[in-house]
C-alpha cells in the first residue's frame, strides 16, 4: 500500500473510532480567548500563497502558525499563549492553566487529559518511547512528577529546577507534551480493541500498532489532515500532492481587540516547485509572502521584478552565529581524518586560510562580516574576544601550523601528505539544496589550495548526507551555523556542548549519546567537550541570571578558543517579499529558525488583506 493508501486507511479506522463519540461544542474561541496585539486591526479573508520545494515543508504549517503552551514574543520574552496562564516555583514546579472551552479544531475539548495522555501514554511507553521521555524532561535522571490537578490544570515538579522545560515546548521545533487523546486512543495499544488495531495495523503496512500509531501522531511533521491540531490553520490536504491547503482552524484561540476570531486568513496555499525555481516564480507573483527558498544573491532581481509582481522585497537581518560554517567530524570513521580533526591546531589552521573580506566583497556586496560561528553583537553574551577567536587571514600563520602538525611532505602536485602517505585531500559534502553552499566552497578550495590542502564538493539529499555524518563517512560538511547567535542568558547553551546528534554535525557520536542517555552513540572524549558538557550541567544547576550569564561566558571562551567549527560569514540579510496589500508583516525584522520560527515569531495570524 502506498502513503497515500496507508493515510486512507488510517483515516477510516480514524472516522469510525470519532464516529462514536457524542457530538461536541459549537465552534468558536475559548471563553477566555487570547487578545493579539498587531500594528493594525485586520479583517478577515482571502489565500495566502506560498512556495515549498519538498512535501514535507507542511510542517512550515505549524512552525508559521507558531502557537505553543507558552510563546516567545518578538522581544525574546515568553508569555502564556494556549495556556491561559502558568507560574513558576524556584525554577522546578510548573503549574499550567488551560483556557476554559479551548477545542481542538475537530471541535473536541483541549483538556489536561490531552497532557496526561502524552506523559503517560507516549513518553514513558517503552514500545513508543523505547530511550525513555525526551532528555529535555530528565533533570540529573529525575523524571517530573506529573500532577493532574483538574480538567484545565496540571503541575510538573522536579527536585532540582529545569530551565530547559519552557524555552523547549516554546521553540519554532518544540518539545510536545500534549496530543489529541479522543483521536490517538484508537491506535494506541493500551486502549484500543485488539481485533480492530489488528485491522487498522494490517490496513496501513505498518510493522506493529507503534508504527501505526507514530505515523498518525506526527504533529510538528504536519502532514495527517486528519490530526486535529490548535495551529492557526489545519491541513486538508492529504499527501502526496503538489499543492496543499490549509483552512481556519475555527476554534482558534486567538482573537483581535474587537474580538473577532483569528486568523484573518482564510487559507494557506503551498505550491511544491523545483526549488530552483522559487525565487523566478515569487518574481512573477505566484507568491504573497515567500522567505524559504530565497537567498541574498536573488535580492536584485526581485527589487527589479517588484511593479509586474505586486510584492516588496524586504531585507531582514539574519541571526545565526554564522550565516554558512565548515563542520569537520570529529567523529569521522577514518581513524587518521579523526586524529587530525581533533587536532585544534589543524582546525585553526583551515580557519585562518579562509579570506572572509573576499568572500563578503564577491558574494554579498561587503555587507557580510566574517564570523567564527558564536555569538554576535546584539547579544549581551558577546565579546569582541570571542568574535575575534579563530579569525583572520594569516595564510602564513596556518601554513606553520599545518607544518607543525608533521604535513610537511608533499606529493608532486604540491599536496601536503597524511602520516599515512595518502594525500590531505577529502569531499566536503553538502545538502545541495542551492547554489550558495557551492560558490562559497569554490572560494574556500581556492584558499585551502595554498596551503596544499585539497578539496572537492559533493551534493547529496539532505537525509542522505545526515546518514553520512552519523556514520562518520562524511569527513567535512558545509551548513548553516549555530541557530541563536543573540541569546541571552536564561537561554539554553546546548549549542555550544555535545547534546544533539541531527544539529552538531562536528560531534555527531557525541550527541547521540547525550540525547539517547548513552544507549547509543559514543561518549566525548576530548577533554575540551567534556569540559562544555560540564559547564552545561552548570548552566543547568544555576539559580539566577547572573550565575548562568557566567557559565555562558565560559562556554564561548572554550568553544572560541577550540574552532570546532569553521565559520565563515555572518549578518547576511534574508530577502522576503511580501504582497503589497499583505498589511502587519514587518518593514524589518530579525530573521531565523530558533525561536523566531522565520515569520511564524510575527504572527501571521494576524496577517491581512486591505483592499
Known amino acids: 500500500m502506498n502513503s497515500s493508501g496507508a493515510l486512507l486507511a488510517g483515516s477510516v479506522g480514524a472516522l469510525l473510532a470519532l464516529a462514536a463519540m457524542p457530538q461536541l461544542a459549537t465552534a468558536g474561541p475559548p471563553l477566555q480567548p487570547l487578545v493579539a496585539e498587531m500594528d493594525e486591526i485586520g479583517k478577515p479573508g482571502g489565500d495566502l500563497r506560498m512556495l515549498v520545494s519538498r512535501t514535507r515543508d507542511t510542517r512550515l504549517l505549524y512552525v508559521y502558525g507558531f502557537a505553543r503552551l507558552v510563546g516567545f514574543t518578538p522581544e525574546l520574552e515568553l508569555k502564556a499563549d494556549i495556556l491561559e496562564e502558568f507560574t513558576v516555583e524556584d525554577g522546578r514546579i510548573f503549574t ?9 479544531s475537530d471541535g473536541h475539548p483541549f483538556t489536561t487529559e490531552d497532557l496526561r495522555f502524552y506523559w503517560e501514554d ?35 515538579s522536579w527536585s532540582e529546577p529545569n530551565p530547559f522545560f519552557l524555552p523547549e515546548i516554546s521553540a519554532a521545533s518544540p518539545l510536545f507534551i500534549y496530543a489529541p487523546a479522543h483521536y490517538l486512543k484508537p491506535f494506541h495499544g493500551s486502549y484500543a480493541d485488539p481485533e480492530e488495531l489488528a485491522r487498522l495495523v494490517s490496513e496501513d503496512n505498518a510493522r506493529d500498532w507503534a508504527q501505526l500509531f507514530q505515523r498518525r501522531e506526527r504533529m510538528s511533521q504536519f502532514d495527517n489532515p486528519d490530526l486535529p491540531t490548535l495551529q492557526p490553520w489545519r491541513l486538508v490536504t492529504p499527501g502526496p500532492a503538489e499543492r496543499f491547503i490549509a483552512e481556519r482552524n475555527p476554534n482558534y484561540h486567538r482573537v483581535d481587540a474587537n474580538g473577532v476570531q483569528l486568523p484573518y486568513i482564510d487559507r494557506i496555499v503551498l505550491d511544491v516547485v523545483d526549488g530552483r525555481l522559487i525565487p523566478i516564480k515569487t518574481g512573477a507573483g505566484d507568491s504573497d509572502l515567500q522567505s524559504r527558498g530565497l537567498a541574498f544573491r536573488d535580492y536584485t532581481f526581485l527589487k527589479e521584478s517588484e511593479p509586474r509582481s505586486g510584492l516588496e522585497v524586504r531585507l531582514w537581518p539574519e541571526a545565526r552565529g554564522a550565516h554558512l560554517a565548515l563542520y569537520p567530524n570529529l567523529n569521522a570513521a577514518d581513524p587518521v581524518w579523526r586524529e587530525l580533526f581533533r587536532d585544534v591546531r589543524f582546525r585553526k589552521a583551515l580557519s585562518l586560510a579562509i579570506d572572509r573580506e573576499a568572500m563578503s566583497q564577491y558574494l554579498y556586496y561587503g555587507l557580510a562580516t566574517p564570523a567564527n560561528n558564536t555569538v554576535l553583537a546584539e547579544s549581551p553574551l558577546y565579546s569582541p574576544e570571542i568574535a575575534a577567536a579563530c579569525l583572520g587571514h594569516e595564510p602564513a600563520e596556518a601554513n606553520a601550523l599545518l607544518d607543525e602538525l608533521g604535513l610537511d611532505q608533499r606529493d608532486s602536485r604540491g599536496i601536503r601528505l597524511l602520516p599515512d602517505g595518502r594525500p590531505l ?8 539544496e542551492d547554489s550558495e553552499q557551492a560558490d562559497v566552497l569554490e572560494l574556500v578550495r581556492a584558499d585551502f589550495a595554498e596551503l596544499g590542502f585539497l578539496i572537492h564538493t559533493r551534493p547529496a539529499e539532505r537525509e542522505v548526507l545526515r546518514n553520512r555524518i552519523f556514520s562518520g563517512e562524511a569527513l567535512m560538511t558545509i551548513w548553516y551555523g549555530i541557530e541563536n547567535g543573540i ?17 552538531q554535525p562536528q560531534w555527531p557520536m557525541w550527541g547521540q549519546y547525550f540525547e539517547t542517555k548513552g544507549e547509543a552513540g559514543e561518549p566525548p572524549d576530548d577533554p575540551a567537550a567534556v569540559r562544555l558538557l560540564e559547564l552545561f550541567h552548570d548552566w543547568r544547576r544555576a539559580t539566577d541570571s547572573a550565575g548562568r550569564a557566567t557559565v555562558w561566558g565560559e562556554m564561548l571562551n572554550l568553544y572560541a578558543e577550540q574552532c570546532y567549527t569553521v565559520g565563515l560569514i555572518a549578518n547576511v540579510q534574508q530577502p522576503v517579499a511580501v504582497r503589497k496589500t499583505l498589511r502587519n508583516v514587518p518593514v524589518t525584522a530579525t530573521y531565523n529558525w530558533q525561536p523566531h520560527g522565520q515569520i511564524g515569531i510575527y504572527r501571521p495570524d494576524t496577517f491581512w488583506y486591505a483592499d
Do not use: C
Open 122 to 156: 507516549i513518553a514513558l511507553n517503552e514500545v513508543l518511547s523505547p530511550v525513555g521521555p525526551p532528555i529535555q524532561m530528565v533533570v540529573d535522571g529525575e523524571l517530573p512528577v506529573v500532577e493532574v490537578i483538574d480538567e484545565l490544570t496540571i503541575r510538573y
Open 425 to 432: 585531500e577529502l569531499v566536503v559534502e553538502t545538502a545541495g
Open 96 to 104: 499550567f492553566k488551560l483556557r476554559e472551552g479551548h477545542l481542538w
Open 487 to 503: 541569546p541571552t542568558a536564561d537561554m539554553s547553551p546546548r549549542e555550544y556542548a555535545p547534546t544533539n546528534q541531527y544539529d
